[in-house]
């Protein structure tokens, strides 16, 4: 599963680097999260079509991680909705409708993942996996829209936009420290992936290819990471060398 990764780019370098053409939250915009989790605030690339607009504009919005289905009662559901594994995307009713029409790109710096520590099970070492020449991830995504039925529809939270990982395989290097790890989407295929307009799922999941895991490297970091609470660039610092716990 992907449950950290830290996103600490400003919004004008996303907007940037995604070729964004519409700030959807011009006046918000996140501080750097070197440890983000679920439920908090992320930055989302999607496209849409505006009203009365003839074509799909790329945009960043601000969503909360934890996809809630339209049909949810609850939206405390999401906390349980992070991940969607790339085998059951497409069929899974949480998340069919998103992954034919609503497929977002969720940028991140890298993500976390424990291993176990050798003699004892009950410990853990983080990693932090993350391209080895400094680059931003796009982490394949869903987003979704869920109506608050209790608020006046002039009510700014009426409606809450949530996002989920799309999660796969780990293999090679990665795969030893963790057996899943976030779907990536290579920028060749980024403006297929946001197309609006591809609704048909089995054409989607042929842009769902592993990406070459060669491109990125793993440090084990401090266990500061573990609390939620705990936050900063000292938590994607390398463990000096002798203080990797876990088993090599």
Known sequence: ?????????????????????????????LGPDYNVAPTKNVYAVLSRVPKEAERAVRQLRIVKWGLVPAWAKDPSVGSRMINARVETVA?????????????????????????????????????????????????????????????????????????TVITTDAEDELGRIHDRMPMMIERERWAEWLDPKLTD?????????????????????????????????????PLPPGEETALR
């Not at 449950?3 to 370098?13: D, L």
């Not at 020449?133 to 949530?162: C, I, N, Q």
Request: charged share 30%.
């Open 91 to 163: 069929e899974k009713p949480s998340f069919r409708q998103a992954f034919a029409k609503r497929r977002c790109l969720l940028p991140a710096d890298g993500y976390f993942e424990w291993m176990p520590v050798e003699g004892d099970k009950k410990k853990k070492q983080p990693y932090f996996i993350h391209p080895e020449d400094g680059g931003v991830l796009a982490m394949a995504g869903l987003y979704e829209f869920w109506k608050d039925k209790s608020r006046d529809d002039d009510d700014p939270l009426k409606w809450l936009v949530t996002c």
């Open 201 to 237: 799922p089995e054409q989607a999941s042929g842009l769902l290819v592993p990406a070459d895991t060669g491109q990125l490297t793993a440090v084990a970091v401090s266990t500061d990471v573990n609390n939620v609470r705990n936050n900063g660039p000292d938590l994607i610092k």
């Open 1 to 29: 599963m992907c449950g950290r990764y830290a996103s600490a780019r400003k919004k004008h370098e996303l907007l940037e680097e995604f070729q964004v053409e519409l700030d959807g939250d011009p006046d918000k915009e």
